[in-house]
T-cell receptor, first 109, second 114 residues
Framework: GAVVSQHPSWVICKSGTSVKIECRSL??????MFWYRQFPKQSLMLMAT?????????EQGVEKDKFLINHASLTLSTLTVTSAHPEDSSFYIC?????FGPGTRLTVL | GDSVTQMEGPVTLSEEAFLTINCTYT??????LFWYVQYPGEGLQLLLK?????DKGSNKGFEATYRKETTSFHLEKGSVQVSDSAVYFC?????????????FGKGTLLTVNP
């Protein structure tokens, strides 16, 4: 079946630095991808809709200047967490179609 | 707005027991319904789905039927295995076409003991 990959699978960074997470659809094109955030033992919270060739649509309460999304091609969307802080530590998951990536665990020290 | 309500967990069963995880939804249109499974430390895997009323989704011994009259999509399995231990999420997509913007339930942790 269709596969969605994410890179990196985990990352540790210092407070104040920026981290980029990539989401790729490996064998299909996706004009729309979604980014979710999952806290420990909790459900997934939709952060934003990534639209190829146009601006992302952010959910209420999600800071667009902090979570930068770029969907430059039909197979790649990136999420950049800017000026990361410990409260940004979480599991970030992308989806394309009905398929989900394996997730990226971000730890901010 | 759209919402999904799942039964509270955790659920602990012995191997070969019958499993039911309840899921009800609220949606403005005619949503597609999904069950996803998340194994420890991993992302979500699509388990099964149904796109219209009375459809039954099934996979790996799991099944769920789209009940419009009761707005439900309960997950069932006749005989669980230890390897089924995971978190199960019910979800809906209230958009047509290929737009899979999903609303998730809170998830139900299932532990199956040998």
């Amino acid at each position: 079946g269709a596969v969605v990959s994410q890179h990196p699978s985990w990352v540790i960074c210092k407070s104040g630095t920026s981290v980029k997470i990539e989401c790729r659809s490996l064998d299909f094109q996706a004009t729309t991808m979604f980014w979710y955030r999952q806290f420990p033992k909790q459900s997934l919270m939709l952060m934003a809709t990534s639209n190829e060739g146009s601006k992302a649509t952010y959910e209420q309460g999600v800071e667009k200047d902090k979570f930068l999304i770029n969907h430059a091609s039909l197979t790649l969307s990136t999420l950049t967490v800017t000026s990361a802080h410990p409260e940004d530590s979480s599991f970030y998951i992308c989806s394309a179609g009905q398929f989900f990536g394996p997730g990226t665990r971000l730890t901010v020290l | 707005g759209d919402s999904v309500t799942q039964m509270e967990g955790p659920v602990t069963l012995s191997e070969e027991a019958f499993l039911t995880i309840n899921c009800t939804y609220t949606a403005t249109g005619y949503p597609s319904l999904f069950w996803y499974v998340q194994y420890p430390g991993e992302g979500l895997q699509l388990l099964l789905k149904a796109t219209k009323a009375d459809d039954k989704g099934s996979n790996k011994g799991f099944e769920a039927t789209y009940r419009k009259e009761t707005t439900s999509f309960h997950l069932e399995k006749g005989s669980v295995q230890v390897s089924d231990s995971a978190v199960y999420f019910c979800a809906l997509s209230d958009f047509g076409g290929s737009n899979y913007k999903l609303t998730f339930g809170k998830g139900t942790l299932l532990t199956v003991n040998p």
